[in-house]
């Protein structure tokens, strides 16, 4: 393989950023981000970079940059203290239900959410395309002083003769509900041909969510709403031109889980196969949005520098099928040879017998390859590894400070130990109502 090439290849593709969610696991806590929108940004020609949610992480996020793409998707309910929330058309009793029911939806992230309004707003502010699903939709809208129903059920149900459930805890996967899409929008026009070919003319989509768009954000327009009016998808009209690098949308529900039990995934060649969906324009919205991020990179580089990218994706795709060939032949040699242990007759495949070697070589060389600049890469695809100096300095610092603010308290009276926890934590819930008005206000 051409090693030049090779090097490129991580340092030329645009990088869109995904903040992880946290959860527990074994009394641990555990980042993570859904394999499906990996898969479906990956293939579409761009490199997820995910960003830890970690505390003090939002103080770092120049570090990520050149950032040519966000993509913002699931998580915990937002701060109803960082937009105009109204809870007066609830009772004690709704309230005790809603926890009740969405115990571990209600959890509110703080730093998930200073992170995640960050990159909303510098994208809002630079037009980096963005792309929110489910909770990310709620975050944009919140980055544009839009607010939130506190639960879709409890709050439409007065307002609405129609009823929608919005979220089936016990088949997340399966769960559909019709959605009427606005003619003219990018959403219909992704989904024209199976909208055209619908008795009642609504996508049936899957979604798990029990709050929504309540006002929308004077900059969008909507493209879809549930049988209650719910606002199911969104986008903004001045800044949608994928050729050119514009893509600010929002879906309220999960085009990317919206794909048959039994689909194969992906072909030959790794691209999404279109039967894998409910509907052939379910990927689209990725695919648009990966090109508005590849456009949104290029529009970043001088004319040079832009047509040299341009010949180097050629190179680069020529590379990926050699490699896709190259791996596929080894499987279907190491699946021949299992064949063969089982037979009588011990002849070898007659498949493994007439392929090239060389072929094989290739995806050797890859490996080999890749084994020995592993590192280079990863510096050249992300901030952790090269801020990783940085922040074990101020990681030797912080613990420096705390055995020095331990053997202080430890040689305290009990009285006034206890008197500081108690000012300290006062401070704490003092500092977090400032720090919520603050971004209430921004």
Not at 37 to 51: E, N
Not at 246 to 257: A, D, S, T, W
Not at 309 to 319: P, S
């Amino acid at each position: 393989m051409d090693g030049a090439v090779a090097a490129e290849l991580a340092s030329v593709l645009p990088r869109v950023l995904i903040v992880s969610r946290r959860t527990v696991r074994k009394n641990k806590f555990v980042d993570f981000v859904g394999e499906y929108h990996l898969d479906l940004i990956v293939s579409y020609g761009a490199v997820p970079v995910i960003v830890p949610r970690v505390s003090g992480l939002n103080s770092l996020l120049d570090s990520f940059e050149p950032i040519h793409g966000v993509l913002l998707c699931e998580g915990e309910d937002i701060d109803p203290t960082l937009y105009d929330s109204d809870v007066s058309a609830l009772t004690p009793e709704d309230v005790d239900e809603i926890k009740r029911t969405h115990t571990s939806d209600i959890l509110i992230d703080r730093n998930k959410d200073s992170i995640e309004l960050q990159l909303a707003r510098r994208c809002l502010e630079r037009n980096i395309p963005y792309l929110g699903i489910c909770r990310g939709s709620q975050v944009l809208n919140v980055a544009c002083g839009g607010s939130l129903y506190q639960d879709v059920e409890k709050e439409l149900s007065g307002k609405s003769s129609v009823q929608v459930k919005h979220i089936n805890y016990d088949d997340y996967d399966g769960h559909r509900h019709p959605v009427k899409v606005v003619q003219g929008t990018p959403l219909h026009d992704w989904f024209e041909k199976s909208l055209s070919n619908s008795e009642d003319k609504c996508l049936h989509v899957n979604s798990y969510h029990h709050q929504g768009v309540k006002r929308l954000a004077r900059r969008f327009e909507p493209m879809a709403f549930a049988p209650d009016g719910l606002v199911e998808a969104f986008f903004d009209p001045d800044v949608y031109n994928p050729a050119e690098g514009k893509f600010i949308v929002g879906l309220q529900f999960h085009p990317e889980r919206m794909r048959h039990p039994e689909s194969g995934g992906s072909d030959s060649d790794g691209a999404l196969l279109e039967n894998e969906f409910d509907y052939p324009g379910c990927p689209r919205a990725y695919q648009e949005f990966a090109k508005a991020v590849i456009a949104y990179q290029k529009r970043l580089l001088s004319p040079k520098k832009a047509k040299e990218l341009v010949k180097l994706d050629g190179d680069i795709e020529k590379q990926r099928q050699k490699l896709i060939r190259s791996f596929s032949l080894a499987k279907h040699i190491y699946e021949e040879e299992q064949v063969c242990k089982m037979r009588s007759d011990g002849k070898t495949p007659q498949l493994s017998r007439v392929k090239s070697s060389r072929d094989l070589e290739v995806g050797a060389e890859f490996l080999q390859f890749n084994e020995f600049e592993q590192m280079e890469r990863l510096k050249q695809m992300g901030a952790t590894v090269r801020n990783s100096t940085i922040l074990l300095e101020r990681l030797q610092k912080f613990k420096q400070r705390r055995s020095a603010a331990k053997s202080m308290m430890e040689s305290m009276r009990t009285s006034d130990l206890t008197e500081l926890h108690e000012f300290y934590k006062m401070m704490v819930e003092l500092g977090d109502e400032v720090l919520g008005t603050r971004a209430n206000t921004a």
